[in-house]
C-alpha cells in the first residue's frame, strides 16, 4: 500500500507542475517579466538594483504615452534592455532649450512640459527632434547621467517592450506603476 501512495503523490505533483507551468509560463511570456534597473540613469524616480515588474500587455492595446516610463529594448543593441520616460509621441517636434522640454504637437500647439521628476537638470546642448510615425522621444530623469533619444535619436514603437508596472524591491520602495506622472 505505501508505493501505490507513493506513486499517487508523484503523479499528484506531475499534474499539479504542469498546471502550474500552463498558467505561468503563458503570463510570464505574453503579459509580464522581470525587470532590474541597472544605473543611474532614472534617479531619483528608480535607483540602482531595484526591481520591476513590467505590463507587457497593456501596449498591445493601446500606444504609450506621454510621462509613462517604458521597458525597451535599446535600439543600437536590442539584446539591452532600457527604461526611460516617454517625452515626444509620433509626429511631435521635441525641443530642448536652456534646460526646458517643449513639445510641439500635431496640431501645432507648443507645450513646455512640467517636469518635476528631473532632478538632476541638464539636458545637454539646445535641439531640436523631429519625430516620424511610430517614433518616440525618451528620455531619463537624471539628465546628465542618462543615454537616451538625445544620444541615439528616436526610439521605434517596436522596440518597447511594456511600461514600469510594479516596484517589488526594495520592499520600502514597493509601488503599483512606479514613476507615474499625470500633470492634469
Partial sequence: MPQQSSENFFTELLKF?????AIIV???LFVAQPFIVSGASMEPTFTNAQYLIVDEL?????????FEVVIFRYPRNPSEYFIKRVIGLPGETVALESG??????TSGQTVELPEPYVVNEGNGTNATYRLRSGEYFVMGDNRPQSSDSRTWGALPRENIVGRAFLRLLPLTSTSI????YNPQ
Fill in 177 to 180: 506603476l512606479p514613476g507615474s
Fill in 26 to 28: 503563458p503570463i510570464r
Fill in 100 to 105: 526646458e522640454v517643449s513639445v510641439t504637437n
Fill in 58 to 66: 497593456s501596449y498591445h492595446l493601446r500606444d504609450p504615452e506621454r
Fill in 17 to 21: 507542475i504542469l498546471v502550474a507551468a
